[in-house]
């Protein structure tokens, strides 16, 4: 290896930017004080074409007014889920006082994930291709609804030319980002616009998830995602996302920037599909990995962001993975599920996480699981009210449905400028 990789290989990534699009909160100022509230924004489900079907729960993002974000020749081209992620971007790179038009282009990243893709934008051009013919059908079509497309739209529009990808795998995708970030920013880049998005609330895209066992048909809010509990009935899906600036450290404290959190460890894992129970193993396994790579003992964890799935052998499954890796400390830890606030937003579920645990470590306050009050399990999971804790390392949970697992481990950066 040559002396210049091993330099790089020690390359730190810190995030220095956050935006937020989420259910009841645009930016992250709203996001964290409905999160520290603990206050749902879930409600029913009011979108054009899915009021008649099943589902009648969901997390959905209301004033959110994608032209004042965005300019005209992006809006026709992208979905929804897009226009989040572009909104999101800008937001996180005003956040970190990136100024994109000064940056070296191809010292620029991007990486996002998705689950769910365009759906809206595909369901609209096909509706145009049956009920009047293949003329009628956009050139976009053949980008909107793709996984890739908030990659490509968020580069485009900066002018970033360095190393971008997608991960289109499963709802863990919006953890693993952070692993590729990290990657390409030991590969050498400096800067990686990342996170995840998704808008999966069309009539389409419902009826595709009405297949999933795991979804929640309840009709009362309140009701309706209560993991951890004796009426755990599945969860609620929600529209939505988080994007993130993470920078290499050291450019980070050459330019002035406030380091809003250090991305320490991240490991994944593949159980597949068949029962909830196998991802007890899984997830611990990523807990471990994500526990080595941090150089981190599982007493030192301060604060767990659990996936939460609400469904109950997943909701034990996980509850018996924290207690084969942390031990007796499982009984202790204060454990968290805000997304029984907004929503699970798939990909973006755990990127909105990620947002909450960046925010709670700022703030040493860990945030309540809205609406849940009996607790199953063994977990010391926070409920009622949030809880001022000194918070210096956090861990992230997350599975899909497909059987992906990942962890990721935060910690604290502190108030002071670099």
């Known amino acids: 290896m040559s002396r210049r990789r091993i330099e790089r290989s020690g390359r730190r990534a810190v995030v220095t930017g956050l935006g937020v699009i989420a259910p009841g909160a645009v930016g992250a100022t709203a996001f964290w004080k409905r999160v520290q509230q603990g206050s749902s924004a879930l409600g029913p489900v009011t979108r054009e074409g ?3 079907l099943p589902l009648r729960v969901a997390g959905e993002v209301h004033g959110f007014e994608a032209a004042e974000l965005i300019e005209d020749r992006y809006l026709v081209q992208t979905d929804r889920f897009t226009h989040f992620a572009m909104a999101a971007a800008e937001l996180a790179l005003a956040d970190a006082r990136v100024d994109a038009e000064r940056q070296q282009p191809f010292g620029v990243g991007v990486v ?3 689950g769910s893709g365009g759906g809206e934008f595909g369901q609209g051009e096909l509706q145009q291709l049956w009920g009047r013919g293949p003329h009628f059908v956009g050139p976009y079509q053949s980008i909107a609804w793709f996984y890739a497309a908030s990659t490509g739209q968020i580069s485009i529009r900066g002018g970033f030319r360095g190393p971008c990808g997608v991960l289109a795998n499963d709802e863990a995708g919006g953890l693993d980002v952070f692993a590729q970030a990290c990657r390409t920013i030991r590969r050498g880049t400096d800067v990686v616009v990342a996170g995840a998005t ?3 609330l069309a009539p389409y895209s419902v009826v595709c998830q009405l297949g999933y066992p795991e979804l929640s048909l309840a009709a009362d809010p309140q009701r309706a995602y209560l993991p951890f509990t004796d009426d755990a009935c599945g969860f609620v899906p929600a529209e939505g996302g988080a994007m993130f600036v993470v920078e290499e450290e050291d450019a980070a404290r050459r ?3 406030w380091v809003r959190a250090v991305v320490a460890g991240h490991a994944a894992t593949f ?5 909830w129970e196998k991802s007890r193993h899984g997830l611990a396994r ?7 790579e941090a150089d981190c003992s599982p007493g030192e964890i301060d604060v767990v962001f659990a996936d939460a799935l609400g469904v109950p052998a997943a909701d034990q499954a996980e509850a018996l993975a924290l207690a084969d890796v942390l031990g007796p400390h499982a009984a202790d830890v204060p454990v968290t599920a ?3 606030g907004f929503g699970r937003a798939y990909s973006a579920a755990s990127a909105l996480d990620v947002a909450a645990a960046m925010l709670a ?5 860990v945030p309540p699981t809205p609406n849940v009050t009996e607790v199953r399990h063994g977990l010391n999971l926070v409920t009622g009210r949030a809880r001022r804790v000194p918070l210096r390392t956090a861990l992230v949970l997350s599975r899909g449905l497909m059987g992906c697992n990942s962890a990721l481990v935060l910690r604290r950066a502190g108030d002071d400028r670099l």
């Open 338 to 340: 805000p997304k029984t």
């Open 112 to 114: 996002t994930a998705a």
């Open 361 to 365: 470590l700022e703030h040493g306050v």
């Open 271 to 275: 159980t597949g599909t068949g029962g």
């Open 255 to 257: 330019r002035g920037a």
């Open 198 to 200: 998704e808008a999966p």
């Open 286 to 292: 990523a807990v471990r990995g994500a526990l080595d």
């Open 50 to 52: 899915c009021t008649d």
